[in-house]
């Protein structure tokens, strides 16, 4: 009999009153071993989706190669699995130059196997509503296109040379920066292609309209030799809108950023965000550069890089370190290299830090309480406020605020803000120091 019918009748048992303890009891685990059953066709989807950039037809069966999402939430829901498929893999494997794809999905066994009355999640149609048209299904199709790769040439204008030792390896690798806008032929339909790893990589992750031309792209593409041919394979990139500032200038926001988990520790985001910096630099009419939502990650990455941008400039020298944060620099830092007064600030915090003696008591306090004004004073300007309020307000609704207001409390939450500050300048200290 079938599983189906198994459940029919258990459903109907259910439902008779006249049952006894001994049926019910039954009837329970009837259904606990259905549900078990059931259990075993759950996968996890960011262990079940196969990522691949490949170079070489052998790479395809090569699982070493293979690594899988952070994230598969806005396709396959919350918890992350899909239902009705045991061994699923779902492979989504790319040319490493054109980001050519193959898209599979495997499984050795199917729910309605078993089942015939319970339906498996859709987890084909969830891939191709992100997928562009175009995209092979066949192995050795894919494998053809690889021979192609050959013809792919980076989009745009090249900005920026550099090279990595790799110890792994055992050599120096060569990458290079490129700024693209969508006019490029054929850019458009690669980064339709490329943007599909932002899905499974950065948590918020959304499709940007490319039409729109405020939009600037910067790819970073590492250069090869296959066979004698000079290739390039695709590392990463950024995206970085222009938004209007009145009267005549404009404001570049970092929107997405991503370096490719085959890449990722390699030192490209710095690279990559120092060339955008630079580039900008250039363009009399940017007012100072921004990013939309920056995720942890992405401040420690611009601490870093902004650090080592202007710990070259005249105002952030030893002797103007110790007078304190200045005009100067908040002027220097706009006008050279685009930076904003408060990441300004937390620039010389850092160069400040960096030159302080820490174990002097008095250059610890003086660099310590400099710090905290700056964390406390947002607060003080809520307290300036709250009092103001107070005239206001109710017997209980005053007690509540007061509550808010209690020093102590305060005093302690500033020193917990202040160590972790702390922490976060001395880890860029620490890589600086590395670089």
């Known amino acids: 009999m ?43 989807t960011n262990e079940a989706i196969c990522l691949k950039l490949v170079r070489f037809a052998e790479d395809v069966d090569d699982e070493s190669t293979t690594f899988h999402p952070e994230y598969s939430h806005q396709l396959y829901g919350d918890d992350e699995v899909a239902f009705g498929y045991k061994g699923l893999q779902i492979q989504l494997y790319y040319s490493a130059g054109n980001l050519s ?17 319970v339906e498996p999640d859709d987890v084909e149609g969830k891939i191709r509503e992100i997928i562009p048209a175009g995209f092979c299904c066949n192995t050795d199709d894919f494998i053809s296109l690889l021979e192609k790769e050959a013809n792919f040439k980076p989009f745009g204008t090249l900005l920026h040379t550099y090279h990595v030792h790799n110890v792994e390896e055992g050599g120096d690798f060569t990458y290079q920066i490129h700024k693209v806008d969508v006019s490029c032929p054929g850019f458009k339909e690669y980064h339709e292609r490329l943007q599909t790893f932002l899905m499974w990589f950065i948590e918020t992750a959304s499709f940007i309209d490319v039409d729109d031309d405020r939009w600037d792209f910067f790819l970073v593409f590492e250069k090869y030799n296959k066979d004698g041919e000079t290739l390039f394979a695709t590392v990463g990139y950024m995206t970085v809108y222009n938004y209007y500032v009145y009267p005549d200038k404009t404001r570049p926001r970092v929107s997405q950023m991503l370096v490719l988990p085959p890449f990722q520790g390699e030192g490209h985001g710095a690279q990559l965000l120092e060339a955008v910096h630079r580039f900008y630099c250039n363009l009399p009419k940017v007012q100072d550069i921004t990013a939309e939502d920056p995720s942890e990650n992405y401040v420690k990455l611009r601490d870093y890089v902004l650090v080592k941008l202007c710990q070259t400039l005249p105002s952030f020298s030893s002797d103007k370190l110790s007078l304190g944060f200045s005009d100067d620099m908040a002027t220097e830092a706009r006008e050279k290299l685009k930076i904003n007064k408060k ?83 001395r880890r860029v200290i620490e890589r600086l120091a590395q670089a």
Do not use: W
């Open 343 to 425: 990441h300004a600030r937390r620039v010389y915090e850092i160069l400040r830090l960096r030159m302080t003696d820490m174990s002097d008591e008095t250059k610890a306090r003086d660099y310590r309480l400099e710090v905290k004004r700056r964390l406390f004073a947002p607060t003080k300007k809520n307290q300036r406020e709250m009092t103001k309020m107070m005239k206001c307000l109710r017997p209980e609704e005053l007690a509540s605020h007061i509550s808010q207001m209690d020093t102590a409390l305060q005093h302690e939450e500033l020193e917990k803000s202040y160590q972790e500050v702390l922490a976060e300048y």
């Open 101 to 117: 794809t193959l898209f599979k999905v495997k499984y050795t066994s199917k729910v309605t196997e078993t089942f015939d009355c």
């Open 2 to 44: 079938q599983q189906c019918t198994e459940m029919a009748v258990l459903v109907e048992a259910s439902n008779t009153c006249s049952l006894s303890t001994h049926h019910n009891f039954s009837l329970t685990n009837g259904m606990n071993a259905m549900e078990k059953k059931l259990a075993e066709y759950k996968c996890d």
